[in-house]
């Protein structure tokens, strides 16, 4: 249809009330193509603003007037459909199902952060625990919630790269060395990895040896051969603080969220686990991760005594457990998890109960 001639135009002004977008629509309805901005620019023409001015009825341009403006309308039509597709990459970024391909019980060895470059890091500890996830175990896989290297930015912070023996490219080296000695599964990021950037050697490495690895959190569903899914969320820390229990965060978690059965985190340098129920009958199990930076002076201002019982617990997970109770269970000493989890799998294998 042509354009509104301007008496029609000034009518749906004046019965919106001066709201360009109003009246751009209500034109719309009857049949007109035009935009807000067209709306008030043409109104505006149409007003004298002093004596002896010309309104639009004095002269008619040959042919359509093109605006350089990009159309309100057009404009929210375009990010409606940005957005909605960035929601769904986030979603998808956040919330991960993966398939496990082995059938029958497997294990998650947890690594509590590494701090793989910090002089009272027991790196000797941390390779021998590694040993444990280089595929000598199988179904047996490695998962870290962060702080894989110090990266010490700021003027007060850095100050403590001063007394670090450590240098970056040997960090790198070890940190290299670490990624390509494990099965990984999950890898999250710390706030000390965050401080690298977009720059990062973890990213890097992550990309060939990590299933999924996420910026500070991430939930996963993995779903059996059988179809059994365990829901598990992981981050470098949950929000929540007691004096009486470390594990008080990932605890809060799990009562607020309710939709995993293990929250696992770590960042706080110190161990502690406990477990519940979901109203639907599903147990929880809460865990916060100790680290294998034994000696720490901030650990010593905060009165934190170092324990090493939580820098790589295992989590065995049966798809065939015939209860909640059997279905994820732990030990604290990765060593004992790898025996558990072959003779699990043995069991099996030969057609056997794998409860515990």
Known sequence: MTSPSPEVLQNAVVLSNNNWSAAARLLSEQGFTIGRDTVRRRYEKMTPTEEGSHTETDFEFAEKQLSGEVDVDTILARRKVDFDKKLKAFEQHRHVRIKVKMDGPIGLGWFGDPHIDDDGTDVNLLFEHAKLFDGRNPGLYGNCVGDFRNLWIGAKLMKKHAHQSTTAAQAAALLTELMNMIQWLIVVKGNHDCWAGDDDLLDWLSEKTTKVMRATRVMVDLVFPNGKEVELYVAHTFKGSSMWSSAYGPARKAQT???????????????AYTHGFHPDGRMWHAMRLGSYKYIDDYVEVLDIEPVQTYVCP???????????NSLITWDLDPYEGAERLAWMRKRWEMGKSTDT
Do not use: D, K, W
Not at 260 to 267: D, F, L, P, Q
């Open 314 to 324: 295992v989590s065995i997970i049966n798809p065939y457990a015939s209860s909640e």
């Open 257 to 271: 969220h309710r939709g995993c059965r293990m929250y696992i985190c770590g960042h706080l340098h110190e161990g």
